[in-house]
Nanobody, 125 residues
Framework: QVQLVESGGGPVQAGVSLRLSCVAF????????MGWFRQAPGKEREFVSA????????RYADSVKGRFTISRDNAKNTVYLEMNSLKPEDTAVYYC??????????????????WGQGTHVTVST
C-alpha cells in the first residue's frame, strides 16, 4: 500500500535550520499535491505548506512564510521542507501528506488522502 516516510526531525536550538524529507512509496507521485502539516502537544493538526504536483505552485501558513520553503523532486518521489530561523513555537510532530489533485494546493487536512507517521521537531531556547 501507499507509504509516506518522513525524516530529518530532531531536537535543535532556536535560530538554526532543519530540512525535513518525505519519500513516497507505491504512489504515482506526479499525480499528487504534497503537503506538510504539524501538530503540537494539545493542539489540532495545522497546515504548514503544500506544493502542486508540478512544483509550480506553493502555499504557506502565515506563521512560516518567509522562513520555510517547500520543494519536491519528482524523480525521487520526495518532498522537502526547509525550515530556517526555527522558533520554539515550531515544536511539533511534522506530517507529510498527499492529495490526489494536480489542480489545487489545499490547506485542509481533510483534503489529503495519505499521511505519513510523522517526525518530531523540538526547538529549544
Amino acid at each position: 500500500q501507499v507509504q509516506l516516510v518522513e525524516s530529518g526531525g530532531g531536537p535543535v536550538q532556536a535560530g538554526v535550520s532543519l530540512r525535513l524529507s518525505c519519500v513516497a512509496f507505491r504512489l504515482t507521485f506526479t499525480a499528487y499535491t504534497m503537503g506538510w502539516f504539524r501538530q503540537a502537544p494539545g493542539k489540532e493538526r495545522e497546515f504548514v505548506s503544500a506544493i502542486s504536483s508540478s512544483g509550480h505552485i506553493t502555499r504557506y501558513a502565515d506563521s512560516v512564510k518567509g522562513r520555510f520553503t517547500i520543494s519536491r523532486d519528482n524523480a525521487k518521489n520526495t518532498v522537502y521542507l526547509e525550515m530556517n530561523s526555527l522558533k520554539p513555537e515550531d515544536t511539533a510532530v511534522y506530517y507529510c501528506a498527499a492529495d490526489l489533485t494536480t489542480s489545487f494546493v489545499r490547506n485542509a487536512p481533510s483534503s489529503y488522502d495519505f499521511w505519513g507517521q510523522g517526525t518530531h521537531v523540538t526547538v529549544s531556547t
